[in-house]
T-cell receptor, first 114, second 115 residues
């Protein structure tokens, strides 16, 4: 079945540090890949997505490239801010006639210190 | 454009009771999915509705059920509550189901505590 594995947290960084959160996946078919972010007490917000191999999703300084050869979709940001502190979820969605279902990784908590 | 709304935001119930949660999708969105989020199991898919029909169901017992109305609003019901049902229940809406790359937009969730 489909699965997503992300690095365990928490990840603690100083402001302006470089961020990488690893995400690898297993899927049948051709998945779309997503990164969602969850701030304390809130639901999930879409951060970025990529729908096919070699696509790069980007938003708010975050980037991730869909690597089919390594089945990965690592999240990166060049310079993190305190406001980026949140839990980040990698997810995949496979287009199937049966419908639209997301499979999530376990989440990675990011803490950014001033 | 208003986002996905969920009511109530917080709920406390006791074991054996039942509960109904409500979700209103983004205007124009016709597909609604439900997810359960717990510290132990993470985010797990419950079910998806489109055109008032359940299209997909996750691996949850029959105590978990849902429905969708003609205006795309959805409800989920949990009967005979157990302590393990304590979780954040998230609703997500999308324009149509099953399209490659279709984005699901999430509501703030309903936090259910079962005592």
């Amino acid at each position: 079945g489909d699965s997503v594995t992300q690095m365990e947290g928490p990840v603690t960084l100083s402001e302006e540090a470089f961020l990488t959160i690893n995400c690898t996946y297993t899927a049948t078919g051709y998945p779309s890949l997503f990164w969602y972010v969850q701030y304390p007490g809130e639901g999930l917000q879409l951060l970025l997505k990529a729908t096919k191999a070699d696509d790069k999703g980007s938003n708010k300084g975050f980037e991730a490239t869909y690597r089919k050869e390594t089945t990965s979709f690592h999240l990166e940001k060049g310079s993190v801010q305190v406001s980026d502190s949140a839990v980040y979820f990698c997810a995949l969605g496979v287009h199937r006639d049966a419908g639209n279902m997301l499979t999530f990784g376990g989440g990675t908590r990011l803490m950014v210190k001033p | 454009k208003a986002g996905v709304t969920q009511t109530p935001r917080y709920l406390i119930k006791t074991r054996g009771q039942q509960v109904t949660l409500s979700c209103s999708p983004i205007s124009g969105h016709r597909s609604v999915s439900w997810y359960q989020q717990t510290p132990g199991q993470g985010l797990q898919f419950l079910f998806e509705y489109f055109s008032e029909t359940q299209r997909n169901k996750g691996n949850f017992p029959g105590r978990f059920s849902g429905r969708q109305f003609s205006n795309s609003r959805s409800e989920m019901n949990v009967s005979t509550l157990e302590l393990g049902d304590s979780a954040l229940y998230l609703c997500a809406s999308s324009l149509l189901p099953g399209l490659a790359g279709e984005t699901q937009y999430f509501g703030p969730g309903t936090r259910l505590l079962v005592l």
